[in-house]
């Protein structure tokens, strides 16, 4: 093992500890007022029912999965025999990532708020430092599993045989198909939780009744903060742990097939490099969330200058001290992997920035929505959807400038495909670029439901307008920050699956071995040409080989039909998800529209309204609105590789991630230009608050909800279960693919 | 030649014969009142005086583009010589079935209003048959051309050497270039002119002013009227003739590629056959038109049956009379390509059918929108972009079933790719069986518009009540009509595209090899390996070699990044358009608040608004609008190809062809269910018109003008010009290709 490794397990407690530090630091606060803790009480415990009942859920899936690979992997020999463990801790680790933020989010919120009447620094310090254990979590903990597995099975298996280390990797892959069940009902679950709430209290709350936002007299008003918890926080948490383990464990089995036949040394480093740059990314992360201060008086700018002090300056120490640390561990190609890497920092920073162009009050696209609301709801529409769907091209623009880039650079300065697999290493570098920084990224993210929260406590304790004026301040920020994280989630999934893909033809590769060197007497389907292959044979054959045996072109019937195929699913996942959200809304209106009835005390400000049972009917919703999506999820890759082969499985997950990238990026942005153009009429333009442009912005932003928290982020999700199940099921397709 | 060709000509010219009889039948019938002529002829002068303008625009791009081909295969002898004329030929010939159709919907719809006055039976008579005018004008022209030309060039070249008959198809498609041109200004820029007159007239006058629909108080209502003729007759015909001529002419190509081994006589056998089923259903679908009748008191179900024996009955007889053709012509793997026939006329009953339930009043998706207007705009909206994506999945389905069946039955009843070639052509039959009952497909799609503009003419006259109820009863229906008409746009755009991928590499080899023969000493870039390429060692190259030969295979870098950029290009071109209509809508208020201000008499009835004003602004509008996604559409598989070669531009088309067939069909679906939610709610539900729920409706229906109009429809023409135009600059592609 090179001393190199040893970085990984020490940057994951170095993580953790860090975390619990902060963790320690922020629950030395005081949660204020006897109201306010009895309101961040009342969240907490919303939040943990939900999270109770959707680990049930997710559990039985788990488990229940777990014994089909046994069966599949010790009475079918069809499968690796690891993969049913690595496919558990996967689903475990990232479930405890999502669990340890949202709690700590939910310990926060009341903090920020106290901390907030003493004055806007110590608020954002609690806010955002609350926000880093989520952050942290998520990468500590995703290094440790790394590292656990990766030291079990090289102890195991030994380095020194190429093709060893090619199964080792390529078998580590299968634990991020657990992380990815798990982050389907976490993200999505979440996501119809949390705008079922939303929607439902603003239906009845802002439209009907007329009172403002976060108002105690709205049963929904708990609810939409507990979902704020589960979406938001656990949510995102699952699913940049998938990113994260994803495209480190691709990138290290691209590296593992692209310098295979160049010796054992060689290609463990282009193993663990990947490895390391995680791990470095996640130490200077840690030094970057200590970057984050702003003074009292801080405007708009200054605050968002202080979280993208953080930000950048982790990603240029990254940038700089990857060049030390990959010239001295020797690496092949050492400056191209380099480039590789930065054109990956620069394409996230790209996304970034044009995702707040889009979405920003500050910019001319929300601005220009804003002014559509003095034609009406229609136009507002109209405007939001023209306007996502052009914010598209450049987020694009920057993936597949870097996409081209890092397999120039990869590949040693070429554009031929007789280097496809170094290439390809290159894009996984890329990939482990842009996520270099989650650490202090998702801190950012985790912050912003974080000051949402504490602004609805203020506002429902009654604090003092100078105190809700700070914590509008640091909601607002959230809303930026929530918006340049979506593009990033967005961005980093395009390329895990990419690079996914990538890792799945090697699977394949093992599938076959798998079963020919079991000597079952199984005969393999004549249309795959296999029946007389033999191992060796197998070995020898490169990735392009691989795509010309498999007819993975793209004139191959197939190959069509899984693209077309691929992209439907993209907009009926989509589809399936809005619906959930305006079903489950339609319950808490009605649920709303009861209390308001047959409780008079609620209006007066004499009964507290019910918000248990509006808590109660978003989670219900939202377990049942999952079985859909998951099953059309988990069932597709199989169902395409059964009929349609390797050529059909790799045709859909093209065409998955094609369209699915365009269009998450589309409700993402839209979404949140809505949400923005409507704070942009609050501020005092076309008639402020109350106006007829109000309203039509409102709706606006209603819309928004679903497409920006639910449908767009879902997306991501598909994309990814949908590759890594593909490389975990590959030696069955394989096996018994009928056409 | 065989005789069977003559059948093309023969169904050409009964085609354009018929058409004339149908158009002096219906202008036998009176315009009725003066004031119905009065009106119809302000109608007329504003769509002539659209079309005179766009024909301009049109001409100057078509005639540059014709110079600019000219330079490239004289000068630089990068291509086919016949390439300008063919690409001038397809312009003029879509522009003048657009013509045609357009102007007979102009004379036809005072006429239809008139007779309805009469009956219902002979309303619909005029409407219905006046719409086969344009149906039998586009396939006429269609067949015309194809004749005309395939007469021309089999003299010049000879049919006896297999490879001039694959320089002779190939070179044929490219005035299917041509017609994309023409058929973007003509659907796209139409879509453009009529939404933002349809959104301006409504947002000012249904919303702000009160009056009803089509009030000739309302100045914008002549332009609304304009609109449905040259968006909805124009437009629609220019689309659909480019896909007839595409289809028939790839399917041409695909079958000279496919038979080129088995000698001339049997290829030749092979090339003609798509056009002689297109002959023949265009035979079938004149007979088709007398079976539309109906009785007096027809109900909606019983009217919607009548045109349903007209279209069903073309088909069943296609069907049927084809194997009869098909064997009479002694076609080798007869049964094969017939089964493949049938599965893609299958295909396109199934794509209208699902297009019908999904947006109909009388089935639940539409119902669920309209009650969804209960709890306001907001959830309509939510409900009606949920229900449009998930309104893909039968679609989708239809398709990849359609085209999995089509290459099975082509290739002789087997998945291999060992005979893609043969399962191509298989594809590329069921595109044109999709296809071949075009002449009266497309004659109950520009019946809608008719119809609609009857009703228009009807109210605007204050004609009897009763008569508006009938023009009301076939205005609805048309409704219905163009759903299914768009649902089968979409799904022959799709097929068209995939026969257009497979031409695409045909034209490759032609292109490289025409400046091989050349011998202009002109070196090819290195990475392609071409630099020492002999004729006839590129001519010994099968499909699947090409494909290998150029690395299009799915993981080559240069192919995912053409398609993340497809799939990207279809998001931006639909956002484009979505924006141009909110802005010229917006221009359109502006001018009918100034009117309604400085002209009081309006609004009292004593004075006339300015109409001609209103058709002035929105004829610019679209002309202006039109800059950016010409340039792009244009733009992208030039530069694609320039960057990426071969591989980046097959992957923009799959990435384009994929995310647009899903994306347009969740517009056009979204936007027909909103437009049903509204006339279900004004049919009495939900408390009827003038209800709030009513107003949510409006605000929905709005939104889906520009959906299904313009962005929708749009992106049949991106994917279709982006194929054609891959294909006329295949060779310099090749040549100058740079990584």
Not at 720 to 727: F, H, N, Q, S
Request: glycine residues 12%; hydrophobic residues 50%; charged residues 15%.
């Amino acid at each position: 093992m090179p001393a190199w490794f040893w970085l990984v397990p020490v940057a994951s407690v170095v993580a953790l500890g860090a975390a619990y530090g902060f963790f320690r630091e922020m629950m030395k606060e005081s949660e204020g007022t006897e109201t306010m803790a009895r309101i961040a009480a009342h969240v907490r415990a919303g939040a943990i029912a939900y999270l109770k009942q959707q680990y049930k859920v997710v559990g039985t899936v788990l488990v229940s999965l777990t014994l089909i690979f046994c069966v599949v992997a010790y009475v079918f020999h069809m499968q690796n025999p690891w993969v049913p463990f690595a496919f558990l801790t996967g689903g475990m680790f990232s479930g405890l990532a999502g669990f340890i933020g949202m709690r700590t989010a939910t310990y926060a919120s009341a903090r920020t708020a106290n901390a907030a009447r003493r004055s806007l620094n110590a608020g954002l310090r609690v806010a955002f430092r609350s926000g880093a254990v989520m952050g942290l979590t998520v990468v500590g903990l995703g290094l440790l599993d790394i590292s656990i597995w990766f030291f079990v099975l090289t102890h195991f298996y030994g380095t020194n045989d190429a093709h060893q280390v090619v199964v080792i990797t390529t078998t580590m892959l299968t634990f991020g198909m657990g992380a990815a069940v798990q982050s389907l009902f976490a993200r999505v679950g979440g996501g119809i939780f949390t705008k079922a709430a939303d929607v439902g209290a603003d239906l009845v709350g802002k439209i009907e009744a007329g009172i403002p936002e976060d108002d105690p007299r709205n049963p929904a008003t708990i609810a939409d903060n507990v979902g704020d918890n589960v979406g938001d926080v656990a949510g995102m948490g699952a699913d940049l742990y998938e990113s994260y383990v994803g495209v480190i464990l691709a990138s290290a089995a691209l590296g593992a097939a692209a310098y295979a036949s160049s010796g054992a040394t060689i290609q463990l480093k282009a193993v663990i490099a990947p490895m390391v740059i995680g791990a470095l990314g996640t130490l200077l992360s840690v030094v970057g969330v200590f970057f984050v201060r702003t003074g009292e008086k801080a405007t708009q700018k200054q605050l968002l200058g202080a979280l993208g002090r953080g930000v950048n300056g982790a990603a240029v120490m990254i940038a700089v001290a990857s060049i030390f640390v990959m010239r001295a561990m020797g690496l092949e190609n050492m400056w191209g992997l380099w480039l590789a890497l930065l054109a990956g920092l620069l394409t996230g920073i790209a996304i970034g920035q044009a995702a707040e162009y889009f979405t920003s009050q500050g910019y001319a696209p929300t601005q220009r929505i804003a002014a559509a609301t003095k034609t009406g709801p229609a136009t507002v529409i109209i405007g939001g959807l023209g306007e996502g769907m052009m914010s598209v091209a450049i987020p694009v623009m920057a993936v597949v400038t870097g996409i081209g880039l890092a397999y120039f650079f990869g590949s040693g300065f070429s554009f031929g495909t007789d280097t496809l697999s170094l290439g390809l290493y290159g894009i996984g570098m890329a990939a482990v670029g842009m996520l270099s920084t989650l650490g202090i990224t998702l801190a950012t993210d985790a912050y912003g439901p974080i000051a949402d929260n504490a602004g609805g406590n203020a506002e429902m304790s009654g604090l003092d307008p100078e105190v809700r004026r700070r914590t509008d301040a640091l909601d607002s920020l959230g809303n930026t920050t929530a918006a340049t994280g979506k593009g990033f989630a967005i961005g980093s999934a395009a390329l895990t699956g990419i690079a996914l893909m990538a890792s799945y033809l090697e699977e394949v590769k093992i599938g076959i071995q798998h079963i020919l060197d079991r000597g079952l007497g199984y005969t393999f389907p004549d249309h795959f040409h296999l029946a007389s292959t033999a191992t060796d044979q197998l070995q020898s054959l490169n990735l392009m080989q691989m795509m010309t045996h498999y007819e993975v072109v793209l004139i191959n019937p197939k190959v069509i039909i899984g693209m077309f195929t691929g992209a439907m699913l993209a907009f009926v996942f989509s589809g399936i998800t809005m619906k959930a959200v305006g079903r489950a809304a339609g319950q808490m209106v009605d649920e709303v529209r009861r209390q308001f009835r047959e409780m008079p005390g609620i209006m007066a400000g004499t009964q507290d309204p019910d918000y248990a049972r509006c808590v109660a009917i978003s989670t219900k919703a939202a377990q049942r609105e999952m079985m859909l999506p998951s099953i059309l999820a988990i069932a597709a890759p199989v169902v395409m590789g059964f009929i349609f082969g390797v050529p059909g499985v790799l045709g859909l997950l093209a065409g998955a991630a094609a369209a699915g990238f365009s269009l998450s990026m589309f409700m993402a942005n839209a979404g949140g230009a809505w949400d923005n153009a409507k704070k942009y009429i609050e501020e005092g333009h076309h008639g402020g608050k109350g106006s007829e442009s109000h309203k039509a912005a409102v709706i606006g932003d209603t819309v928004g909800d679903p497409f920006k928290d639910t449908a767009g982020p879902g997306l991501n999700i598909l994309v990814k279960l949908m590759a890594m199940e593909a490389i975990v099921v590959a030696g069955v397709t394989v096996a018994i693919s009928l056409v």
